[in-house]
């Protein structure tokens, strides 16, 4: 069975790399502090190359026709935040380098909206686009039920090392996922596509005070992980999640 829903969730999305790259890897000893923690998945998949479809994907079930990594983009329908909204829950996503809350900018700095799928879609009020400068560091309970922390396209390992975002992630999130582990909390932390090598598989990483630490098999992709948190909040299933496979196993 699944656990009672989670007081909170956090998605961390990082950027284009393999699971060979991270898991193993010296230049990530967070992440691999992380995974020993939690649940890792030996077998996890994006969808497809390049970024934003997977985006989409993971946040809506579906890629929504879209292909490339082209901007902007309004899409009708539902998602994983109006589909909590919907449900009496609550749902943001905390961006780095976001110009200002609720903005609809394609690129500005370090920050690309290509990697944002939240600022595509109508049913997803302005006011629950926010910049990283608005995360509750240290006051957790204000979070959300679920949000989405995108870093910069540096931090995300996009544009710079692997040991980059490993420390970023160990500076700005450690700290909840200590928080996690005691207050029936989750940290989910993925990569959005590998580095291009045949297959697309990417290290994902389940922890929190539900999960049972170990690794394990499962093979899972994108929809998946988000079936998965519409069965933990008791939301319909969006497009593509209705058919992938829940995640079992892992928990408590």
Same mark, same amino acid.
């Given at each position: ?50 970024? #934003? ?29 109006? #589909? ?108 959005? #596509? ?35 948190? #519409? ?22």
């Amino acid at each position: 069975g699944l656990p009672a829903p989670p007081a909170h969730t956090i998605i961390v999305v990082l950027e284009n790399h393999g699971y060979g790259e991270v898991i193993g890897s010296p230049q990530a000893p967070y992440l691999n502090q992380l995974a020993r923690q939690g649940a890792l998945f030996t077998d996890s998949r994006a969808i497809t190359h390049p970024s #934003e479809p997977n985006y989409l994907a993971l946040f809506s079930g579906s890629t929504q026709g879209v292909s490339d990594d082209s901007c902007p983009h309004q899409f009708p329908g539902p998602n994983l935040g109006s #589909e909590l909204i919907a449900a009496g829950r609550s749902f943001a996503g905390y961006s780095e380098g976001l110009p200002a809350a609720g903005s609809n900018t394609c690129v500005s700095g370090e920050y690309a909206r290509k990697h944002v799928p939240w600022t595509n879609f109508r049913s997803v009020p302005a006011a629950d686009n926010q910049p990283w400068t608005s995360f509750p560091a240290g006051y957790y309970q204000r979070l959300p039920t679920v949000s989405f922390v995108i870093p910069d396209l540096c931090h995300d390992m996009h544009d710079c090392p692997v040991a980059t975002g490993d420390t970023w992630l160990r500076a700005h999130l450690s700290g909840y996922a200590a928080w996690a582990m005691t207050h029936h909390s989750l940290l989910i932390v993925t990569w959005d #596509e590998n580095d291009g090598s045949a297959g697309n598989q990417i290290p994902t990483i389940v922890a929190g005070q539900p999960v049972r630490p170990g690794r394990y098999g499962q093979p899972i992709t994108h929809y998946s992980v988000l079936r998965t948190l #519409e069965a933990l909040y008791r939301l319909p299933l969006l497009g593509h999640a209705a058919t992938a496979s829940l995640i079992r196993g892992i928990w408590k």
